[in-house]
């Protein structure tokens, strides 16, 4: 699914990646945790193309296509996703049409027609259900005036109606209560697909007590330092990540 | 006996800095003295197969300042089922350069005055109700007049529309007189033709416990300018004046708007919204008074501006001018660019950048659409400036 090597970005002047190495294959999730400040969100954004971060080297592939290549949308319409840690509030565009053009988008992409009026209405319904949505925020706003925990929702609901090959998923569980995190878990677990992937990038085990990720790994100033299955996000809570950092500078 | 025409403004006087008034003098001002039967097809060819607007079934159309009754419109006259109260008067004679003419701001009303061949007289009777909708369409040289004037708890629904010929010159004035109570739904979408030119003055008196809700959008033609002087008279007058003006191409948009407040408790709510494209000019001048005679006014004032073009600009300029402290004023002026984070935001999602760009425009004027009370009417508009902001219009179908 997803292929990054030795991949090297700066924001500005500042040197944020140095050389990360990942494979994320179909079917699995993989969970990214690290320090403040170790490049976590600069992966998300780099593999979403966001203006500003500048690739300096290094190859990206997604489903075998070269993601670096393509404009920011182009890597949402051939299935990847991006939920961000600070979903933006845009007044005036409804979220029922945000949905909706960005699935018709994805399915033009794909050489489909655009979605029928009632069934689209169908599947937004059950997706907000799913996510314990009140249907009262497909009008409002995008995310205007939603709070914390809102936002990561309708980042969910959104990953639900678009249903990508890849979600990125960066920190969707800061701002959460528990009962909300629970919510989001659930409707990430939904997406679990054979021809799906999912990388999570979090803080805390909390979010992994919930989705299960079959790969760990530590980024760290810049790089991958250490991958690892599902326990190792436990050492981490445990021993924190300086024992790993003193390990890299040794 | 030959009528001297009023002296016309520069951008060396005051409230006419950024009007677009170069060459003017050389402009044909004169319009033609009768309607044409070309002229009258050329009309209803521009007009095509649009219906009158929401649950208005009463059209008026003018036409370069002349009634033109068969260009799907209804005739203006006792006969029709409008009312005795609307009318087209023929003006015998031109005006004499009156007092009106002394303030360099109505100078243009002063041409208006000059050169009218009419006036489309709108009267509400007390209490009662009215839904009319106005075209004027400007051909080549028109200067259309209105006069509206609603008695005590009057209403009128009243939707104005002006479009036009590439290259046509128009001069409208407006004139509106609220009674007691009365109530004014205006709804102005102004679009001339590319290289047309709209010059505009609105003078409306809003009398005790009246209220006017003016909400006007904007796009089209080389030039315009619209000076509007408003009158909160009586104890109570309520204005809500919100617009929204897109500007492309090398476009010249200018807009003054001088509201005095003048009595008790009166109330104001301005709100303008302009998208500079390309090369294109938009300035609005916001200019509210508060007089002595106008202890527990309220003004409050909104001015926004974006720009989406390297050589564009934006001129925004709030004035609040208080004669008295018992008096509640706010007034704010913010121009920017899109906001990059809503951008990429919308391209992560899918939208080709085309649309992600008109979708942000469209939210940017939103608020101004959304005050329209009328769904029908709020279609119009929607579909009014869908050419100008191509993907974001669908948004409307699903709100």
Known sequence: ?250 | MIVPAPVLPTTRDENWKHAPLRGIERLRWAPPTALTQEARLAATALLGDDPPQGAISTRIVLVDGLHCPDARGTAPSTATGVGPGVAFHATDAPAQPGAATVSIDLAFAGLNRHHRQGELRIRVPDGETLELEVVCIALSCGHPALRIDLGARATLRLFERHIGATGSLANLALSVQLGHGARLEHARLLQPADGARHFETLEAVVGADAQHRMIQVTSGAAATRSTALVALEGAGADLGWHTAVLGAGTQTHDAYVRVTHDAPAVRTEQGFRGIAADRSRIAFNGHMRVTARAPGAHSAQTLRGLTAGAAAEIDLRPQLEIDIDDVRASHGATIGKLDADMLFYLLSRGLDPATADSLLKWAFIADVIARLSDPAWRSRFEDALAPLLPGAHAARSLT
């Open chain 1, 1 to 250: 699914m997803l292929e990054i090597k030795d991949l090297h970005a700066r924001v500005g002047d500042r040197k944020v990646l140095d050389g990360i190495n990942l494979q994320v294959p179909n079917g699995e999730v993989h969970a990214i945790m690290g320090p403040n400040g170790s490049g976590k969100s600069t992966l998300a954004y780099v593999l979403a193309g966001r203006p500003g971060y500048e690739v300096t080297g290094g190859s990206v592939l997604f489903r075998g296509q070269d993601l670096l290549a393509l404009a920011p949308e182009e890597r949402a319409q051939a299935g990847l996703f991006l939920g961000f840690q600070y979903p933006v509030e845009i007044p005036g565009v409804n979220n029922v049409y945000l949905l909706k053009a960005a699935l018709n988008a994805a399915r033009k992409h794909r050489g489909l027609p655009e979605v029928d009026a009632f069934e689209f209405l169908q599947l937004v319904r059950g997706k907000m259900k799913l996510m314990q949505m009140d249907e009262a925020f497909l009008s409002r706003g995008v995310n205007e005036g939603f709070s914390g925990g809102e936002k990561k929702r309708n980042e969910i609901l959104q990953m639900l109606v678009l249903e990508p090959a890849l979600a990125l998923l960066d920190e969707t569980d800061s701002g959460l209560d528990i009962d909300a995190l629970k919510v989001v878990a659930q409707g990430v677990n939904t997406l679990r697909a054979p021809d799906r992937a999912i990388v999570l990038v979090t803080h805390y085990q909390r979010l992994l007590d919930h989705i299960r990720p079959d790969r760990v790994h530590v980024l760290a100033r810049g790089r991958i330092l250490r991958s690892g299955g599902p326990e190792l996000a436990l050492e981490l809570e445990a021993r924190g990540y300086d024992w790993l950092l003193a390990g890299e500078t040794a």
